[in-house]
């Protein structure tokens, strides 16, 4: 089975960091884009991130730049987005997904998500 496991989330001061990890199973992330998204209680759903993990360009909303930073770990399949400098509107539940076409426009499947809650 192709799943994606989001993890990392939790409860955080202002300012304060966290680390998101994104694990897949049952598919290599070596040729795919990973994207992440967060959705807020009664928000849309919005694209946080996106790495393509074969040549490392990243992209970014505008206002997590400078503050997230996406990586990728291929031995452990994994890719991570580090958070920091945390502010109360980055809480939302977090998802990752994964492009078979790297191109962080579409994505194939996604995973469950997780909780980051931002206290001011």
């Known amino acids: 089975d192709v799943q994606l496991q989001a993890s990392g989330g939790g409860l955080v001061q202002a300012r304060g960091s966290l680390r998101l990890s994104c694990a897949a199973s049952g598919f290599t992330i070596d040729d795919y884009a990973i994207g992440w998204f967060r959705q807020a209680p009664g928000k849309e759903r919005e694209g946080v991130s996106c790495?393509?993990?074969?040549?490392?360009?990243?992209i970014y909303k505008d206002s997590v730049k400078g503050r997230f930073t996406n990586s990728s770990d291929n031995a452990k399949n994994t890719v991570y987005l580090q958070m920091n400098s945390l502010k109360p509107e980055d809480t939302a539940v977090y998802h990752c997904?994964?492009?078979?076409?790297?191109?962080?426009?579409?994505?194939?499947?996604w995973g469950q998500g997780t909780q980051v809650t931002v206290s001011s």
């Open positions: 997904a994964a492009d078979s076409r790297a191109s962080c426009r579409g994505y194939d499947f």
């Open positions: 790495i393509s993990v074969s040549d490392g360009r990243t």
